[in-house]
Nanobody, 122 residues
Framework: QLVESGGGSVQAGGSLRLSCACS????????MAWFRQAPGKEREGVAAIDSDGSTSYADSVKGRFTISRDNAKNTVYLEMNNLKPEDTAVYYCAADLRRCSISWYRRQEYNSWGQGTQVTVS
């Protein structure tokens, strides 16, 4: 139901934009988020966007990443600038039927996941 795209390999300082298309039943009221998982590490919340457009970010990406959504297209984006090698990971899109909570960064908050897209920064 969630399909990510836009991953790839870039040099440090470069930019990428990830997209997450929601097919089937998708509601603008969903909380949408991006997570990432590096080899040997736990999946961590990167950013979330609520139905009213309010956003939340992990401290490690504040000022560099921007999450946005186009409800008409049922698509969520993650614009990533000034990428660093430590941003290398598989990035996952996630959705929750409810509004975003203060625990938006916990994977247990979400009931739908995409298959992931690889981002490699060298």
């Amino acid at each position: 139901q969630l399909v990510e795209s836009g991953g790839g390999s870039v040099q440090a300082g470069g930019s990428l934009r990830l997209s997450c298309a929601c097919s089937g039943y998708c509601a603008s009221g969903y909380c949408m988020a991006w997570f990432r998982q590096a080899p040997g590490k736990e999946r961590e919340g990167v950013a979330a966007i609520d139905s009213d457009g309010s956003t939340s970010y992990a401290d490690s990406v504040k000022g560099r990443f921007t999450i946005s959504r186009d409800n008409a297209k049922n698509t969520v984006y993650l614009e990533m600038n000034n990428l660093k090698p430590e941003d290398t990971a598989v990035y996952y899109c996630a959705a929750d039927l409810r509004r975003c909570s203060i625990s938006w960064y916990r994977r247990q908050e979400y009931n739908s996941w995409g298959q992931g897209t690889q981002v490699t920064v060298s």
